[in-house]
């Protein structure tokens, strides 16, 4: 597979599940983000994550935990969540910030649906 | 802190003309980088152009070409000859160019619908 792919593609919870989503990038990029979207919402940015330390969280409810055992994958634990946490989750990775000649862009995986009921 | 602004929610267009997305952005930095994201209904989000600040010379790909004025801060998107697989949530993006930076600023996106 190539560029970043996130499993599951859907995922339909009760609000005392424990679920996590998953991200895998195929880049060789060092940073991994992930961001809440939802409807008629501007894309949130929720953590950062460059060489599997921490860089970024932006006031994240902890019913949130990240995870970034390495620079390649990063997943999302999930427990007690609350159904306006109902969003789709996206993935993405970019190359290190202040590269000579790099553009520095972020690649997107496809999202998670998440729906909490 | 910086901002990335888009100012119209929804534009439409019809096919084969051309239309124009509006982002305007404030920083106090010198280097940085801006980017134009395209996200399809259900689809995933691609870069659809970028540019390095330190560049005068407009961003063009194809159909797509970018009118950057570092003095105004601002950063539209012309989209020339609009086709039926332009339709989709259009985001404009910040990135610091200092280096150890990995926050991107995005606006809030603009939906453009293409008219047969």
């Known amino acids: 597979e190539t560029g970043v792919t996130q499993t599951p593609r859907h995922l339909v919870m009760g609000m005392t599940n424990k679920k996590s989503l998953k991200c895998e990038q195929h880049?060789?990029?060092?940073?991994m983000y992930w961001y809440k979207q939802s409807a008629k919402k501007p894309l949130e940015l929720m953590f950062v994550?460059?060489?599997?330390?921490?860089?970024e969280n932006n006031s994240v409810p902890s019913r949130f935990s990240p995870e970034c055992p390495n620079s390649s994958h990063l997943f999302l634990h999930l427990h007690t969540l609350q159904p306006e946490d109902s969003a789709l989750y996206l993935c993405?990775?970019?190359?290190?910030?202040?590269?000579?000649?790099?553009?520095?862009?972020?690649?997107f995986g496809p999202g998670t649906r998440l729906t909490v009921l | 802190a910086q901002t990335v602004t888009q100012s119209q929610p929804e534009m439409s267009v019809q096919e084969a003309e051309t239309v124009t997305l509006s982002c305007t952005y404030d920083?106090?930095?010198?280097?940085?980088?801006l980017f134009w994201y395209k996200q399809p209904p259900s689809r995933q989000m691609i870069l659809v152009i970028r540019?390095?600040?330190?560049?005068?010379q407009n961003a063009t790909e194809n159909r797509f070409s970018v009118n950057f004025q570092k003095a105004a801060k601002s950063f539209s998107l012309k989209i020339s000859d609009s086709q039926l697989g332009d339709a989709a949530m259009y985001f404009c993006a910040y990135r610091s160019g200092a280096s150890g930076t990995y926050k991107y600023i995005f606006g809030t996106g603009t939906r453009l619908k293409v008219l047969a």
């Open positions: 540019q390095e600040a330190y560049k005068q």
């Open positions: 994550y460059n060489f599997k330390e921490q860089t």
């Open positions: 993405a990775s970019s190359p290190r910030g202040g590269l000579a000649g790099s553009w520095n862009e972020q690649f």
């Open positions: 880049l060789g990029h060092n940073a």
């Open positions: 920083t106090s930095e010198s280097d940085y980088y």
